[in-house]
């Protein structure tokens, strides 16, 4: 029988396990911080595949080039919102990542009963407030204080903007509904879920101007686990596909009720400057063209098409014969 260790050679073993002077051999265990190759870290379970992981990345990937064309359009300056990184953290790692203060703002999902965190670090929140109060998108230093009421309500205008692209980034999987329920400079004092918490966060890099910042996007994981449970990338290019479809249908009805200016001409000729100051109501100009050859028909000013004068119903009209062909003359 192997000897039993007494209360002071246990408290020993301890203390050397501690400061590193265990070494790794004969019935002796390393020290280390973290898990090694093989090893499983009960406090970060890999909870979502590598194929979900690539999903999501694919869905806020059209997030983010969603949300950065709805802000240059916002504040008349070109905003770039690239996608950094999706990983699998605990609430707890997640808040203590962020810095205090921040725009912390948390948006109620429908129709699940969960809640998301979407932040703003200063650095990409302050310089889009500047733009829309009318300044620059020079690189500066951001204030080192919480939202004012006014920039609360302007943010509230570009988390509007947010949720509506994300409401579409989502739409080819399932139908979500973001909803803004509370606002918050500083993170630590929002303890919506346990710091243990499984969550997938979403991080994404804003630039406007010169200036720049993070955005950083948080899903419990209980919240899209059941949307993502039977989700894969080809379920979603299935679904996508359908998507591309329908809105392919829905540009060309748009587009169908469009107006265009159209004009036809003709014949060209050319006549002295004098000539052309004499002219009178009833006065002929001769052209070189038969009455009988093709005219041309414009489409906003650029020409498209041959035909023939008609009448169609008491009104003027002209029937398209051909394409026209390039460098072909009027």
Not at 202 to 231: H, W
Request: net charge negative.
């Amino acid at each position: 029988m192997p000897d039993i260790l007494d209360q002071d050679e246990v408290d020993a073993l301890l203390q050397a396990v501690k400061k590193g002077n265990v070494p790794a051999g004969e019935g002796g265990a390393s020290a280390s911080a973290g898990p090694v190759e093989g090893e499983y870290d009960f406090k970060r379970p890999e909870r979502v595949t590598k194929e979900q992981l690539r999903a999501l990345q694919t869905i806020h990937e059209i997030f983010s080039r969603g949300f950065g064309s709805s802000l240059s359009g916002l504040i008349r300056a070109i905003v770039d919102v690239q996608l950094q990184e999706v990983e699998q953290a605990t609430y707890g790692e997640f808040i203590s990542s962020l810095p205090n203060p921040t725009s912390f703002n948390l948006l109620h999902i429908f129709p699940t009963d969960g809640t998301a965190v979407l932040e703003f670090n200063p650095e990409a929140i302050f310089p889009i407030i500047d733009r829309m109060l009318g300044g620059s998108t020079s690189e500066t230093t951001p204030p080192g204080r919480a939202l004012t009421q006014i920039e609360q309500r302007l943010t509230a205008t570009i988390l509007e903007k947010a949720m509506s692209q994300l409401q579409s980034a989502w739409s080819n999987l399932e139908k979500l509904e973001f909803q803004l329920i509370a606002s918050e400079s500083n993170p630590q004092l929002m303890q919506i879920h346990s710091p243990n918490e499984p969550v997938v966060v979403i991080r994404f890099q804003a630039k406007i101007g010169k200036a720049q910042g993070s955005i950083n996007l948080c899903y419990p994981y209980r919240l899209i686990e059941p949307v993502i449970s039977t989700f894969t990338a080809q379920t979603w290019l299935a679904q996508a596909k359908a998507g591309d479809k329908d809105s392919a249908l829905m540009m060309k009805k748009n587009l169908g009720r469009a107006g265009l200016d159209v004009a036809v001409f003709l014949a060209e000729t050319s006549i002295k400057v004098s000539d052309m100051i004499d002219l009178q109501p009833g006065h002929i100009i001769l052209t070189n063209k038969p009455s009988n050859a093709e005219i041309t028909l414009s489409v906003e000013g650029k020409t498209k098409f041959k035909g023939k004068p008609g009448i169609f119903k008491n009104h003027k009209s002209i029937l398209i014969t051909r394409p026209i062909t390039p460098g072909e003359e009027i």
